[in-house]
């Protein structure tokens, strides 16, 4: 069929480079140390990016457009026109809440303003340094007029004294006066003598100190300035207020802290994955365990993290926050792959030479991470093609990480392999590596238990390879189980329940996140989460003022006789006037034509930031006039519009892609359909379910959940494919087939993720959390679709016939006779009586290189050297049995020149076997 073109081809080319790893290790240890080695260098040119805005706002936001409208028309004057309200970005700033300790206390109260000033000046004597120069609070202070902008209307109205405190009447929202001074949006927890709009007592107030930002001398200065503030708002000490403050650089410095803090629960993941890994390849036998390799497969995924920041620091790409998920992700994968690796290296035949050993372990396990690896790589890149530079830096590092992963994997960890299987084939201790007795031949109780193991040459004739209890476990007894006729009644009903509660959780789900979301939760520093918990609370009632602009020349002179009188008189006595002054930078005027001009809208009571900008946005679409809405805010909250498309979007490409890998590499089309269903229903299950876990549709679900897609595949392809290629009868016993198969590294994928992911669960930050979430629930759903939903369908609709045929006898190669030892297996073949008896027989082997255990006589007197089967041939299969001991004779190793055993009919991986050999 045209469909197994691909996989055929590819098993071969992996057999035959699985032999020369098998028989020339070392360059393949070596070579991948080196660049690892020569790729760390790029260390040296390591950047981060901690950029709020570029990070986490769509590239081509409508809003970043109409700012660089407003850039144009209006650009800001930090020098001596700034006005809070008509900024075009939120540029360098510290903003402080000040709110008393006791509920009931006035923050106007006059010891609660005396503490309020003093603080007020002690912010205005911090100075800056930079080299050698000094810069204070007013070199660095946005100003009108000269004058550093106030940091709230209310300090002004007290004069910045307390000496006026109680002769002074302040009005809420509006202090009307000589100069009218809005106010709703510096006192928070106003109440009110009676129905007036007299403040009573505030309980909280806020103090903005916007500060230049250019040329590069003075944003430097200003950096170091916001630094100093918020160190001194650390060590602040009162007895009635308590000030928590938030500065330009406050999330950007949460976000470098995050990856410090980060860096100790890496290394635990490191241990502890090691861990693990070491204890899934302990076994019983001290020959066949491989501790050592356990280590060694972790070590390849970390050589894969070193590369991959080192090669993308030469290219330049920052590394950002969200990248210290990376290496997370790379040990699971990587030790998946390992799992992977040495459960293909336990089906082959001990008895048989190393390379041939690995030609069979590739041909099997590396196309299945080759599978794995380009789905992976796949869901990387296509969440690479986002709007969020975030999001493109993330996946372009796992990518590439999961990309030296897989090379790592076939080059690095195959060569460790071969040594190892070196050191089993010469039945030697996995851990002194001193050579040992096999259990069969030692007679002491205590040897058996610490030293012995291997295979026994005087006493063991048939290749009797140690499954893996776990192996055991799925094929004899879970299996059956799950296949029951009432164990299949509750396994749909739970899945049912599955769905329901998922498609719940689907119309529950919020799109974006928010800035706060970004920051420390447990800082216990006086900025941070604090501030944006006592800004929501307290200042809510007024929201952002709106700029409205008028973006082309218009006629304003319909009371004068002709624009120019109407621009003259604007000009010489309405800007003039120092009442009015201010609104000098809301008129463009060029050649005695205004060309664009804007004002000022409050808002009120915002519920949703998002429904806000929606209906701001369609007010001036409907104007007659060409107008823009703008605040700062705007950019931010731009991300949530794209934020559902683009997740609908990179799953569908996810799908697709993964959908033409598995057509292509899993040669059964019927895959197709059973992978298919099982993605989409573990897609909806981690969107319902994460929705459920107070986890939302933004830039980090987005990619996890592009990565979950390719887990699902890994998980469901393969098993099907097991299903369809079963050998056995019935649908059952497909189904238990493929759990046995396939159970075993499914189960092994599933912990070691889950161990690698598991430290960013404590992260004390949305975002990490929300990794671990995601990938948690995209891991343990595949894993539970992989061992109970899909067998139980499987069993119920699969494919009534079986996709395997029944090998030839005549097949030749490590692929052929690896086939056919599985076949035998599953048919428990023994041999049957012919007329020409022949009897197999033991006889001692000096030389543990020798693959010869058994001799092989009939009755006519003949006697050949053979490779005892895997599995005895069973009584009911005459006709097989003869072809199966003629196939063992013609396929006997002989030595090379070298030493070293080969097969008789080439290098073993050829799919057929010429008629003439």
């Avoid at 041909?363 to 992976?376: C, H, N, P, Q």
């Avoid at 804007?598 to 209906?615: C, D, E, G, P, T």
């Avoid at 679409?621 to 519009?641: G, T």
Wanted: aromatic share 12%; net charge neutral.
């Amino acid at each position: 069929m045209a469909f197994y073109f691909f996989e055929r081809r590819l098993k071969v080319a992996l057999c035959s480079y699985g032999r020369v790893v098998g028989n020339y290790p070392i360059p393949f240890i070596v070579l991948p140390l080196m660049l690892t080695f020569s790729l760390a260098v790029g260390g040296f040119y390591f950047t981060g990016n901690n950029d709020i805005e570029y990070l986490f706002t769509p590239t081509n936001g409508p809003a970043k457009k109409d700012r660089d409208v407003m850039d144009s028309l209006f650009p800001m004057n930090y020098s001596g026109e700034f006005l809070a309200n008509r900024q075009n970005d939120f540029g360098r700033y510290a903003s402080v809440i000040i709110y008393t300790k006791k509920q009931s206390e006035n923050i106007l109260a006059v010891d609660s303003l005396r503490e309020i000033f003093e603080f007020h000046d002690n912010v205005t004597e911090t100075k800056a340094s930079i080299g050698r120069e000094e810069y204070s609070y007013r070199q660095l202070c946005a100003k009108w007029k000269k004058q550093c902008v106030d940091p709230n209307p209310v300090l002004k109205i007290y004069n910045y004294t307390t000496q006026n405190v109680n002769f002074i009447n302040i009005s809420y929202p509006v202090m009307a006066g000589n100069i009218s001074y809005f106010i709703g949006g510096s006192l928070g927890g106003v109440q009110f003598y009676g129905d007036t709009s007299i403040v009573k007592s505030a309980r909280a107030i806020l103090l903005f100190y916007p500060l230049k930002q250019s040329p590069n001398n003075i944003d430097e200065a200003t950096l170091e300035f916001e630094n100093k503030v918020t160190k001194m708002a650390a060590k602040y000490k009162s007895t009635k207020i308590t000030v928590t403050l938030t500065v330009s650089q406050t999330l950007a410095n949460e976000l470098d802290d995050i990856i410090i803090r980060m860096i100790p629960r890496l290394i635990i993941s490191f241990f502890i994955l090691t861990s693990f890994s070491v204890l899934s390849l302990m076994m019983t036998d001290w020959v066949t365990s491989k501790p050592v390799l356990g280590t060694l497969g972790v070590a390849s995924a970390l050589l894969a993290v070193i590369s991959t920041i080192g090669l993308l620091s030469y290219c330049g790409v920052p590394f950002i926050h969200l990248n210290i998920a990376m290496p997370f992700l790379t040990l699971g994968v990587g030790v998946d792959d390992m799992f992977i690796m040495i459960a293909s290296w336990r089906t082959t035949s001990p008895r048989t030479s190393v390379p041939d050993r690995m030609a069979e372990t590739f041909s099997e396990a590396a196309l299945s991470i080759t599978i794995t690896s380009i789905t992976d790589v796949l869901a990387f890149g296509i969440g690479a093609i986002s709007t969020f530079p975030s999001v493109q830096i993330f996946c372009c590092y796992c990518g590439v990480a999961i990309l030296f992963d897989y090379i790592y994997q076939i080059t690095f960890f195959g060569g460790c392999m071969a040594l190892i299987g070196r050191r089993e084939r010469q039945n030697k201790h996995c851990l002194t590596y001193v050579k040992v007795l096999p259990k069969k031949e030692s007679s002491s109780r205590c040897y058996r238990l610490f030293c012995a193991g291997g295979i026994s040459n005087s006493t063991d004739c048939d290749d009797v390879i140690q499954e893996h209890s776990v192996m055991t476990f799925f094929n004899k007894y879970y299996g059956p189980f799950v296949t029951l006729t009432w164990v299949k009644v509750i396994t749909v009903i739970l899945y049912v329940a599955y769905i329901v509660v998922a498609i719940l959780g689907i119309f529950q789900v919020i799109e974006g996140i928010q800035l706060s979301q970004l920051a420390r939760e447990d800082s216990s520093d006086p900025y941070g989460l604090t501030y944006y918990e006592l800004e929501e609370s307290y200042f809510n009632e007024y929201g952002p003022v709106i700029q409205v602009i008028v973006t082309t020349p218009q006629n304003y002179s319909n009371m004068y006789p002709d624009e120019d009188t109407f621009v003259s008189h604007l000009r010489s006595y309405f800007l003039t006037n120092p009442l009015y002054e201010h609104y000098k930078s809301d008129v463009a005027i060029s050649n005695n034509t205004i060309t664009s001009s804007r004002f000022s809208v409050q808002s009120r009571y915002v519920k949703s930031a998002q429904n806000f900008l929606h209906q701001s946005r369609k007010i001036v679409k409907d104007s007659s006039l060409p107008m823009i809405a703008y605040h700062p805010s705007f950019v931010f909250n731009d991300h949530v519009d794209v934020i559902l498309p683009n997740t609908i979007q990179n799953i569908a490409i996810a799908a697709a892609a993964m959908l033409v890998v598995s057509f292509l590499l899993i040669p059964q089309p019927i895959c197709a359909l059973y992978v298919t269903l099982t993605v989409a229903s573990i897609v909806v299950g981690v969107i319902g379910y994460m929705s459920l876990w107070s986890v939302g549709i933004d830039f980090v679900s987005m990619v996890t959940i592009v990565v979950c897609i390719g887990f699902s595949v890994d998980y469901s392809a393969h098993l099907t494919y097991a299903f369809v290629i079963s050998p056995r009868d019935t649908r059952n016993g497909r189904a238990v087939y493929g759990l046995y198969l396939l159970g075993l590294p499914i189960v092994q994928s599933v912990v070691s993720t889950i161990i690698a992911i598991a430290p960013l669960s404590t992260a004390n930050t949305y975002v990490f959390r929300a990794v671990f979430k995601t990938v948690f629930l995209g891991i343990f759903f595949g894993g539970l679709h992989g061992i109970l939903f899909l067998p139980v369908l499987l069993s119920l609709v699969g494919p009534n016939k079986s996709q395997s045929s029944k090998p030839k006898a005549d097949e030749e190669g490590a692929l052929g006779k690896r086939r056919l030892r599985m076949w035998m297996k599953d048919h428990r073949m023994k041999p049957s009586k012919k007329r020409c008896q022949r009897k197999i027989t033991p006889r001692t082997v000096n030389n543990m290189n020798d693959n010869v255990c058994c001799s092989l006589t009939d009755e006519c007197g003949s006697s050949s050297p053979i490779i005892p089967p895997k599995i005895r041939v069973n009584e009911d299969v005459p006709d097989v049995a003869a072809k199966i001991q003629e196939t063992v004779e013609n396929n006997a190793p002989v030595a090379d020149s070298s030493g070293s055993l080969r097969n008789n009919t080439g290098n073993g991986c050829d799919q057929h076997t010429n008629s003439n050999t």
